[in-house]
């Protein structure tokens, strides 16, 4: 079974009160996959005909707010990171953290497995006059930072114009307002060639991070205009999807633009959005609760299909 993962950061499952911003967005992509339901704590535990929302602890026994290093390289390693330094940690990943990623980063792992892996994000120019020195310096994210470690080739702006990449806020606006020569395209285009792009490998991780700052800013206009990319956006990935080929998996680091009560991150569970094969998500919700469990349960995707045929 192939498998794509959308990664959104600083996105938690907030409550049903107006200080979440998806009560007072418009979201018929999500209340269409949830079966009448928004995006928010009350939904975890759903079980519908194409998809499931469980829900993920974010702090993993350490105190204070979860935060977006330590988070995403617990996704990435399937290792509890914040355990690890002893706290959370914010921004880009230290000295301790780097190392950690470039021993057990999923593409790494994932390679050395056999399977064929990408991340999908498109990289502007200047990222590949660093790239040529090596990743000079620490301000690189962790899901950069696993692609360099797992000898993954990265995309530029000529994928992304050739349609083989796409652009971390996914329609391109960021890019034409810095004066980049690339089109603008609608969520739902972006969807149609995020799927067209993750059915050339057995595993494809694309990354979205407005979310996270939309939080910080703490802006309703902002927080809104980013659910409604977001809603588009997976609405039609889950649509165009084939259960039978294919399984999608969504979910974050933390919470943050779920509650306009603060512009730091929450203590809020963290969503794990299931799309595909019903038998599958069965076999997977026992055993995902926190941010560490989302690796061993790529395995269990990936290796999905060899299952069926051995019995």
């Given amino acids: ?39 928010t704590s009350s939904a975890a535990g759903f079980v519908g005909k194409e998809a499931s929302l469980l829900k993920l602890d974010a702090t993993l026994g350490v105190s204070g707010l979860p935060q977006s290093a330590t988070g995403q390289a617990s996704i990435f390693t399937g290792f509890n990171a914040p355990a690890y330094l002893g706290e959370h940690t914010n921004g880009f990943p230290n000295y301790k953290l780097r190392k950690l990623l470039a021993s057990r980063g999923m593409f790494g792992q994932l390679k050395r497995k056999g399977y064929k892996v990408c991340f999908a994000n498109a990289y502007r120019p200047a ?10 310096g620490e301000r690189y994210s962790c899901s950069t930072l696993i692609t360099y470690y797992g000898g993954l080739r990265f995309f530029s702006l000529e994928d992304l114009n050739n349609r083989k990449a796409l652009y971390m806020d996914i329609t391109n606006d960021i890019l034409l307002r810095m004066g980049c020569k690339v089109p603008l395209i ?52 889950t649509e165009q999807l084939d259960p ?23 203590l809020n569970q963290v969503p794990a959005l299931l799309v595909g094969d019903y038998k599958l998500r069965q076999e997977l919700q026992p055993s995902m609760s926190c941010l560490t469990d989302i690796l061993p349960n790529v395995y269990k995707v990936l290796e999905w299909k060899d299952e069926i045929h051995a019995d």
């Fill in 244 to 266: 039978g080929e294919e399984f999608l998996l969504v979910s974050s680091d933390h919470g943050n633009i779920e509650d306009f009560t603060t512009r730091d991150h929450t």
């Fill in 127 to 136: 990222f590949f006059e660093m790239l040529r020195r090596g990743l000079p």
């Fill in 1 to 39: 079974m192939r498998l794509l993962f959308i990664f959104i950061d600083g996105l938690g499952l907030g409550s049903d009160k107006p200080a979440n911003p998806f009560i007072l967005t418009d979201t018929p992509g999500f209340n269409r996959i949830l079966e009448g339901s928004s995006l």
């Fill in 186 to 237: 609608t969520p739902e285009e972006g969807a149609h060639r995020l799927l067209k792009i993750s059915s050339l490998y057995d595993f494809c991780l694309f990354e979205y991070f407005l979310s996270d700052l939309a939080g910080h800013m703490g802006e309703e206009k902002e927080a809104v205009r980013v659910i409604s990319i977001l809603d588009r956006f997976i609405g039609t990935l």
